[in-house]
């Protein structure tokens, strides 16, 4: 009995760690507009233009004709906002724009601010992970290029050297 007592409570703490883990981070889904500091964000708040952006759906909601709605991209009202140099606010919450007067008035002093460093000027390698970053492709090369060597060394000198007698035959590769 008391071993089944230990199972189950193994599966279940597996399975809340497990799922801890997927939620923890989120870095390669967030735009490289957003700010730095944050390893999982659910939304942005946008204070100057008072619309959200959902970083799981890379939709931004908006107030339209009294009602929120979903898209893509931003309304041409909006194509003079800058993302890049705009306070962003993390709010990690599944809806946020159903409690839009709590936040409006919670975070009305940001408007305007231009304090944060975006994901894409960082040079946090952290960050690299994010396909939209300038250094990924750097980045991506330099782990394949880690993972190759992690495996491929200390694989001796193929049969030519020592052979253990502590001289070399002048034929294998380091041989000096």
């Given at each position: 009995?008391?071993?089944?007592?230990?199972?189950?409570?193994?599966?279940?703490?597996?399975?809340?760690?497990?799922?801890?883990?997927?939620?923890?981070?989120?870095?390669?889904?967030?735009?490289?507009?957003?700010?730095?500091?944050?390893?999982?964000?659910?939304?942005y708040?946008?204070?100057?233009?008072e619309?959200?952006?959902?970083?799981?759906q890379?939709?931004y909601?908006?107030?339209?004709?009294?009602?929120?709605v979903?898209?893509?991209?931003?309304?041409?009202?909006?194509?003079?906002?800058?993302?890049?140099?705009?306070?962003?606010?993390?709010?990690?919450?599944r809806?946020?724009?159903?409690?839009?007067?709590?936040?409006?008035?919670?975070?009305?002093?940001?408007k305007?601010?231009?304090?944060?460093?975006?994901?894409?000027?960082?040079?946090?390698?952290?960050?690299?992970v994010?396909?939209?970053?300038?250094?990924?492709?750097?980045w991506?090369?330099?782990?394949?290029?880690?993972?190759?060597?992690?495996?491929?060394?200390?694989?001796?000198?193929?049969?030519?050297?020592?052979?253990g007698?502590?001289?070399g035959?002048?034929?294998?590769?380091?041989?000096?």
């Open positions: 009995m008391r071993y089944l007592m230990v199972l189950i409570a193994a599966m279940f703490l597996c399975t809340a760690l497990n799922a801890q883990v997927h939620v923890s981070f989120n870095l390669g889904s967030q735009p490289v507009w957003g700010p730095t500091g944050n390893d999982y964000v659910e939304n708040y946008l204070p100057d233009i619309a959200y952006y959902n970083v799981s890379h939709r909601y908006f107030n339209e004709g009294g009602r929120w979903g898209r893509s991209s931003l309304p041409s009202r909006y194509r003079n906002y800058d993302l890049y140099n705009s306070h962003k606010v993390v709010i990690n919450e809806e946020p724009w159903r409690n839009h007067e709590t936040y409006r008035s919670q975070y009305a002093s940001y305007g601010r231009h304090d944060q460093q975006p994901i894409r000027d960082s040079h946090d390698s952290k960050y690299f994010n396909k939209n970053h300038p250094q990924h492709n750097t991506v090369q330099q782990q394949k290029h880690d993972n190759g060597n992690h495996y491929g060394q200390n694989k001796g000198n193929n049969g030519k050297g020592n052979n007698n502590g001289k035959n002048g034929k294998g590769k380091g041989n000096k």
